[in-house]
């Protein structure tokens, strides 16, 4: 598609809305493309601001491309703009300035907001969330002047805030509700490795049990758990989640359910709308079923499959979920989703030399995460991939050679 005349917007301009703009250039579309992004800074990375929050603003402010290259491909951007609403009969846009932008083709990169602990305290000073710039730019400041730091809620970007605030020094306990962090994605046997290089660097981990206030008058002092001890505190990080952010496409009549659903090819059930990244309810083949997934490279993934689709592609979106975490300097790495139902088995995690863990469901690999096992990890992902028949007794052994495996040509 040439489509000169025409007019595309993406509101939200982070890991998908990027993506999806790069790609309809890659894919021809020569028509305008504005990015309407509320936040004021160029889009940025949110990897790092987790894993280099006590860096400096160079150190987890990382631009996704120089300005220059918005320029180059004829990207425009309009910051610190927010969309307030979309009127899908007169194909409209409307900005919170009460601009009202024409658009051919409507891209919803709206991703996902952090959910806040409904508790007495909450609103207190010092009780933060962890999703933007600013949000990290408030967190840096507080950890700068030191601890203790107590992370609410042991999912991945809380522990990574855990590890670098532990490595620069500061007292940390992470207050998990479940038996212990990570479960839910590693599994308990990968979880409790994980959670093995937190207790040794020091980071204090109480697990089973919520917290019910936090206290303090302006300022957060401390954190009141369900077993009524209150943890002095600092600083609070609440990290126990998030809900996509689905209000423009519901108020557009866009079909939502746990998200924006949409189909292989990012389409809603507004022909006018697509929508990518975080915010949608997506299906895919290596999912059971549909869902969301809320990481880095599915959203650039799908983000740039909108932006075919935009420019008269018809790409799938159908790649295997991946991501990523870095703590303590070491990379966990996970491929696929696994149910609770698959059987797990572990290759290596007997020493402290890192680890691998696979899971398989009716004799195929479905799922797999390892810490410091790069190769082998690689040739799992084509295992999974290619869907080729496997044995729990095979991935098990080191002696079995994965890459071999692999190159077995696909069944799937
Ligand atoms: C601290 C942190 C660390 C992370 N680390 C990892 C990691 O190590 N590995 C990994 O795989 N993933 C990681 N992630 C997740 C990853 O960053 C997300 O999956 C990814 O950012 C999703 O991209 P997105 O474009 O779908 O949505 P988002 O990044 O959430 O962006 C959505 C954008 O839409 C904008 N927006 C929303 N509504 C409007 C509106 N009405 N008008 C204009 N703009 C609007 C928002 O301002 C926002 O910038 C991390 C996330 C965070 C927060």
Same mark, same amino acid.
């Given at each position: 598609?040439?489509?000169?005349?025409?007019?595309?917007?993406?509101?939200?301009?982070?890991?998908?809305?990027?993506?999806?703009?790069?790609?309809?250039?890659?894919?021809?579309?020569?028509?305008?493309?504005?990015?309407?992004?509320?936040?004021?800074?160029?889009?940025?990375?949110?990897?790092?601001?987790?894993?280099?929050?006590?860096?400096?603003?160079?150190?987890?402010?990382?631009?996704?491309?120089?300005?220059?290259?918005?320029?180059?491909?004829?990207?425009?951007?309009?910051?610190?703009?927010?969309?307030?609403?979309?009127?899908?009969?007169?194909?409209? *846009?409307? %900005?919170?300035?009460?601009? $009202? #932008?024409? !658009?051919?083709? &409507?891209?919803?990169?709206? @991703? =996902?907001? /952090?959910? +806040?602990?409904?508790?007495?305290?909450?609103?207190?000073?010092?009780?933060?969330?962890?999703?933007?710039?600013?949000?990290?730019?408030?967190?840096?400041?507080?950890?700068?002047?030191?601890?203790?730091?107590?992370?609410?809620?042991?999912?991945?970007?809380?522990?990574?805030?855990?590890?670098?605030?532990?490595?620069?020094?500061?007292?940390?306990?992470?207050?998990?509700?479940?038996?212990?962090?990570?479960?839910?994605?590693?599994?308990?046997?990968?979880?409790?490795?994980?959670?093995?290089?937190?207790?040794?660097?020091?980071?204090?981990?109480?697990?089973?049990?919520?917290?019910?206030?936090?206290?303090?008058?302006?300022?957060?002092?401390? *954190?009141? %758990?369900?077993?009524?001890? $209150? #943890?002095? !505190?600092?600083? &609070?990080?609440?990290?126990? @989640? =998030?809900? /996509?952010? +689905?209000?423009?496409?519901?108020?557009?009549?866009?079909?939502?359910?746990?998200?924006?659903?949409?189909?292989?090819?990012?389409?809603?059930?507004?022909?006018?709308?697509?929508?990518?990244?975080?915010?949608?309810?997506?299906?895919?083949?290596?999912?059971?079923?549909?869902?969301?997934?809320?990481?880095?490279?599915?959203?650039?993934?799908?983000?740039?499959?909108?932006?075919?689709?935009?420019?008269?592609?018809?790409?799938?979106?159908?790649?295997?979920?991946?991501?990523?975490?870095?703590?303590?300097?070491?990379?966990?790495?996970?491929?696929?989703?696994?149910?609770?139902?698959?059987?797990?088995?572990?290759?290596?995690?007997?020493?402290?030399?890192?680890?691998?863990?696979?899971?398989?469901?009716?004799?195929?690999? &479905?799922?797999?995460?390892?810490?410091?096992? /790069?190769?082998?990890?690689?040739?799992?992902?084509?295992?999974?991939?290619?869907?080729?028949?496997?044995?729990?007794?095979?991935?098990?052994?080191?002696?079995?050679?994965?890459?071999?495996?692999?190159?077995?040509?696909?069944?799937?």
């Amino acid at each position: 598609m040439d489509g000169t005349k025409h007019h595309h917007v993406i509101v939200g301009g982070s890991a998908a809305g990027i993506a999806a703009a790069l790609a309809m250039r890659q894919h021809g579309f020569a028509g305008r493309v504005t990015v309407v992004e509320s936040g004021g800074e160029l889009p940025y990375e949110r990897p790092p601001l987790s894993k280099s929050i006590t860096g400096g603003e160079t150190g987890f402010l990382r631009p996704i491309a120089p300005r220059e290259a918005y320029d180059e491909h004829g990207i425009g951007l309009r910051l610190g703009t927010r969309v307030q609403a979309l009127e899908p009969q007169h194909r409209t *846009v409307t %900005l919170d300035n009460g601009q $009202v #932008l024409h !658009a051919d083709r &409507v891209l919803l990169a709206t @991703g =996902v907001v /952090p959910l +806040t602990l409904p508790v007495p305290g909450s609103g207190l000073s010092g009780v933060v969330t962890l999703r933007d710039v600013r949000d990290a730019r408030i967190l840096a400041a507080r950890l700068s002047g030191g601890g203790p730091l107590v992370v609410v809620g042991g999912g991945f970007i809380g522990l990574e805030v855990a590890a670098v605030a532990r490595e620069a020094g500061l007292d940390v306990t992470v207050v998990e509700m479940n038996a212990q962090p990570l479960e839910g994605p590693l599994g308990p046997t990968l979880a409790s490795r994980v959670t093995d290089l937190h207790e040794r660097a020091g980071v204090t981990l109480r697990t089973g049990m919520s917290v019910v206030a936090f206290t303090g008058t302006d300022t957060v002092t401390g *954190v009141q %758990l369900s077993t009524g001890e $209150v #943890l002095p !505190a600092t600083t &609070v990080v609440v990290g126990i @989640g =998030v809900r /996509p952010d +689905t209000t423009l496409a519901e108020r557009a009549g866009v079909h939502c359910d746990r998200g924006i659903v949409v189909d292989q090819h990012c389409r809603t059930s507004v022909p006018w709308i697509l929508a990518a990244g975080d915010v949608t309810n997506q299906p895919n083949p290596y999912l059971s079923g549909r869902g969301r997934i809320e990481h880095w490279d599915n959203a650039q993934k799908q983000g740039a499959v909108a932006g075919a689709v935009m420019a008269g592609v018809q790409e799938s979106h159908t790649s295997l979920p991946y991501f990523y975490s870095e703590q303590f300097g070491r990379t966990v790495q996970m491929y696929g989703r696994p149910v609770a139902e698959d059987e797990f088995v572990l290759r290596h995690g007997e020493t402290d030399d890192g680890f691998l863990g696979f899971w398989t469901r009716g004799g195929v690999l &479905v799922a797999a995460a390892g810490m410091g096992r /790069p190769r082998e990890l690689r040739a799992a992902r084509t295992l999974i991939e290619r869907g080729n028949p496997v044995t729990g007794e095979a991935l098990a052994s080191p002696a079995t050679d994965l890459r071999a495996l692999a190159r077995v040509p696909a069944t799937r």
